[in-house]
Antibody, heavy 118, light 107 residues
Framework: EVHLLESGGGVVQPGGSLRLSCVAS????????MTWVRQAPGKGLEWVSV????????KYAEPVKGRFSISRDNSKNTMYLQMTGLRVEDTAVYYC???????????WGQGTLVTVSS | EIVLTQSPDTLSLSPGERATLSCRAS??????LVWYQQKLGQPPRLLIY???NRATGIPARFSGSGSGTDFTLTISSLEPDDFAVYYC?????????FGQGTKVDIK
């Protein structure tokens, strides 16, 4: 069974940084692209970023381009999202998910909450 | 960026009724359209991929149709467990985008 566990969320001041992690199990991590999607409180889903299997290619949503960086360590079955220059509008639950490059995004982790507030 | 517009925003129906949800894309997504179901406090669950293919374990009462710019998710007979928010998602171009969601609630 696929299992995705996010961590690293918390409360941070505007302008601050956080690094989210997503540990994967139950599938061959090295052959799967991976995706981050976020959801602001009470709002809809917003695609954030994707990384290919070998980390050779990444894509970002315009609102996070230049501030967020996606990466992965295939030896640890772990994906990361380094977030810098955080803004109040980045407040959301951040979901890690399998796929998203050439396959549908599925399944999703339970999410980790990031709150940007002074 | 491809904008996905879902309608209606809210659909109020009774158990046993048929639900028809719409998703319209601002430009063609071919058949690379996905539907998710999300319940309160839970992550989204994949229902339909590539317009009309049911994901593993999804009941036959869920069906998807469409191509190009117009897509439909149909729930043939609503079960109590189906009252949730449904999102469409396009996976044909970057950035990937989601519709704003349709809430199916109990009438």
């Amino acid at each position: 069974e696929v299992h995705l566990l996010e961590s690293g969320g918390g409360v941070v001041q505007p302008g601050g940084s956080l690094r989210l992690s997503c540990v994967a199990s139950g599938f061959t991590f090295t052959t799967s692209s991976m995706t981050w999607v976020r959801q602001a409180p009470g709002k809809g889903l917003e695609w954030v970023s994707v990384i290919t299997e070998t980390a050779g290619t990444t894509k970002y949503a315009e609102p996070v381009k230049g501030r967020f960086s996606i990466s992965r360590d295939n030896s640890k079955n772990t994906m990361y999202l380094q977030m810098t220059g955080l803004r109040v509008e980045d407040t959301a639950v951040y979901y890690c998910a399998k796929g998203g490059w050439s396959t549908p995004i599925d399944p999703w982790g339970q999410g980790t909450l990031v709150t940007v507030s002074s | 960026e491809i904008v996905l517009t879902q309608s209606p925003d809210t659909l109020s129906l009774s158990p046993g009724e048929r639900a028809t949800l719409s998703c319209r894309a601002s430009q063609s997504v071919n058949t690379f359209l996905v539907w998710y179901q999300q319940k309160l406090g839970q992550p989204p669950r994949l229902l339909i991929y590539d317009a009309s293919n049911r994901a593993t374990g999804i009941p036959a009462r869920f069906s998807g149709s469409g191509s190009g710019t117009d897509f439909t998710l149909t729930i043939s007979s609503l079960e109590p467990d189906d009252f949730a928010v449904y999102y469409c998602h396009q996976r044909t171009s970057w950035p990937r985008t989601f519709g704003q969601g349709t809430k199916v609630d109990i009438k």
